[in-house]
C-alpha cells in the first residue's frame, strides 16, 4: 500500500473506522522501550499524508514523543455488516483494517478550523451530557506526519484488494 497514491483510500478507511469504533489506536513506546497503546478519539486525517488529534485526555503519549516521537495507528473497520458479508464471501470488498506509521509533531493550540471539523464529526451527539463532557473545551491538537501505510493481511480475505 502506498501512502502517496492510497491515500484517499486510506482517509475513506479511518473514517469507516471512526463510525464503527469511535476511535483508533495508537500505539508508541515509552521511554523505557515498553510498547502500549492510546486510543483516541479525535483524529482526523488531512489531505496531504498528515493529521492531528485533540490533546485532552491522553497523557502518557505526549511523554512518549519526547523520547521517541515514532507511533503506529490502527483503524479498524468494525461494522458488522462488513464482517458478515466478508464472511460469506470468503473476501473483503474493502480494508478491513489499516495500520499507518509515523512521527508524532508539535502539540499546538487548536484552529477555528480544526474545531469545526471536531464539532461537525460530533453533531449527532451534541446536546448529550457526555459530548459536553468529552469533545468541548478541545483547547489543543498534536500534529501526526505519516511515513508509511500498510493494509492488514487476512490471507485470502485481503488477497484481492
Request: glycine fraction near 6%.
Amino acid at each position: 500500500m502506498d501512502i502517496y497514491t492510497d491515500w484517499d483510500k486510506i482517509r475513506k478507511h479511518f473514517n469507516k473506522s471512526f463510525s464503527s469504533n469511535f476511535y483508533v489506536s495508537i500505539a508508541s513506546d515509552d521511554q523505557d522501550n515498553n510498547p502500549t497503546v492510546t486510543p483516541i478519539g479525535s483524529l482526523f486525517l488531512n489531505d496531504n499524508q498528515t493529521g492531528f488529534y485533540f490533546e485532552k485526555f491522553p497523557t502518557k503519549l505526549p511523554e512518549h514523543a519526547k523520547s521517541n516521537p515514532k507511533v503506529c495507528l490502527l483503524g479498524v473497520n468494525s461494522g458488522r455488516l462488513v464482517w458478515i458479508k466478508a464472511l460469506f464471501r470468503e473476501r473483503f470488498s474493502d480494508y478491513p483494517a489499516i495500520k499507518l506509521y509515523g512521527e508524532l509533531g508539535a502539540r499546538r493550540k487548536a484552529t477555528e478550523k480544526d474545531l469545526a471539523r471536531l464539532n461537525r464529526r460530533m453533531k449527532i451527539t451534541n446536546g448529550l451530557r457526555g459530548n459536553t463532557y468529552l469533545w468541548k473545551k478541545m483547547e489543543f491538537v498534536r500534529e501526526i506526519k505519516f511515513t508509511k501505510a500498510e493494509k492488514i493481511n487476512l490471507g485470502k480475505m485481503t488477497a484481492e484488494i
